[in-house]
């Protein structure tokens, strides 16, 4: 067993020696962002750990492993400004299958139309994203599980929007060496492209005639498709729980990196944890993370637990997250 997890660290690291540069050619960007305050308070190290709802954007096989029904809310304010959300329920079918709903949402304050020549239009436009999705996963055996969440995806600006549809599946898999393995891939599905009102223009033919109308052509753009595997564990002494994780990610429009992350539980009430993002990208932005929870259990058995993370950039502002999940 003392052999195992440096050959696993060490593919890992090799998934990671041949990097592309593939920066910026995706669509649907905020589907990049990181979900749960947990997740990312682990440097996003979470397809192997899967224990909340915000599984459903990292590996949605985890939902099947959880034995309540649950509701989970997460908000930060993104970079500019921007407001980022997920909200998520899981609910338990029998003793081995799970239904999920999600939902993910980018938007921001409006913003003051200006045109050339025209600073002062006194009209205003607005620009957000979001995604619906819907999973399902099963326990196959005791060790093995996979799910499928599918989802609905819209972009939007002023009078242009694009809008796709895409496929996240994921297993988690208990070795008999005590880790457990995650694999996902997420984000499958056809490419998207730009369309709407604001792409309607009058052009001049030939004859000069200036009343035709026209629709801009706007190029197509992947998703962005993302595979991760990952691998942690737990080391248990009397009330104190320490959990690790490594994931090794390889995105279409970036290059590999590596997210590891702990956690640190007293008593199963109280977390802290930390992490790094992005290790070994090229142009790498997010760098570390430093958050930590709480739960109290309700009346009748429900508990309710908060989380929060503090997400350091290179860069950019530093990034708030806050989240609730109620368990019943």
């Known amino acids: 067993m003392m052999g195992f997890y440096p050959k696993v660290l060490l593919l890992i690291v090799l998934s990671t020696g041949f990097a592309v540069e593939k920066t910026g050619t995706s669509a649907a960007k905020f589907l990049s962002i990181g979900s749960g305050a947990k997740a990312v308070g682990m440097g996003g190290a979470f397809t192997s750990v899967a224990d909340d709802a915000s599984t459903m954007y990292w590996n949605p096989s985890g939902i099947a492993r959880m034995d309540r029904m649950g509701f989970y809310v997460e908000h930060s304010i993104w970079l500019a400004d921007i407001n980022y959300n997920f909200m998520g329920l899981t609910l338990p079918v029998g003793n081995s299958s799970a239904w999920g709903l999600n939902f993910i949402s980018l938007s921001m304050p409006e913003m003051n139309v200006t045109r050339y020549g025209e600073e002062q239009t006194g009209e205003t436009f607005r620009a957000g994203s979001y995604a619906?999705?819907?999973?399902?996963?099963?326990?196959?055996?005791?060790?093995?599980?996979?799910?499928?969440?599918?989802?609905?995806?819209?972009?939007?600006?002023?009078?242009?929007?694009?809008?796709?549809?895409?496929?996240?599946?994921?297993?988690?898999?208990?070795?008999?060496?005590?880790?457990?393995?995650?694999?996902?891939?997420?984000?499958?599905?056809?490419?998207?492209?730009?369309?709407?009102?604001?792409?309607?223009?009058?052009?001049?033919?030939?004859?000069n005639n200036s009343n035709l109308n026209s629709?801009?052509?706007?190029?197509?753009?992947?998703?962005?498709?993302?595979?991760?595997?990952?691998?942690?564990?737990?080391?248990?002494?009397?009330?104190?729980?320490?959990?690790?994780?490594?994931?090794?990610?390889?995105?279409?429009?970036?290059?590999?990196?590596?997210?590891?992350?702990?956690?640190?539980?007293?008593?199963?009430?109280?977390?802290?944890?930390?992490?790094?993002?992005?290790?070994?990208?090229?142009?790498?932005?997010?760098?570390?993370?430093?958050?930590?929870?709480?739960?109290?259990?309700?009346?009748?058995?429900?508990?309710?637990?908060m989380d929060y993370v503090y997400e350091v950039m290179r860069y950019l502002n530093d990034i708030h997250k806050f989240s609730i999940t109620f368990t019943n």
């Open 132 to 207: 619906i999705g819907a999973a399902w996963a099963i326990n196959l055996t005791n060790r093995f599980s996979i799910g499928f969440n599918g989802k609905y995806i819209r972009e939007f600006i002023s009078r242009s929007y694009a809008s796709g549809a895409a496929l996240d599946v994921g297993t988690l898999f208990n070795t008999i060496f005590g880790p457990t393995l995650g694999m996902s891939i997420t984000n499958f599905g056809p490419k998207m492209q730009m369309g709407g009102p604001d792409l309607l223009i009058n052009v001049d033919n030939v004859s």
């Open 215 to 305: 629709d801009l052509s706007t190029e197509k753009f992947n998703l962005p498709l993302v595979m991760r595997v990952g691998i942690s564990d737990t080391f248990n002494y009397e009330n104190v729980k320490f959990l690790w994780a490594v994931d090794a990610v390889s995105p279409m429009d970036n290059s590999e990196y590596l997210n590891m992350g702990c956690e640190l539980s007293f008593i199963n009430r109280v977390y802290v944890r930390a992490g790094a993002k992005s290790v070994f990208m090229q142009d790498r932005e997010e760098l570390f993370t430093l958050g930590g929870g709480f739960n109290l259990e309700l009346f009748s058995n429900q508990k309710i637990q």
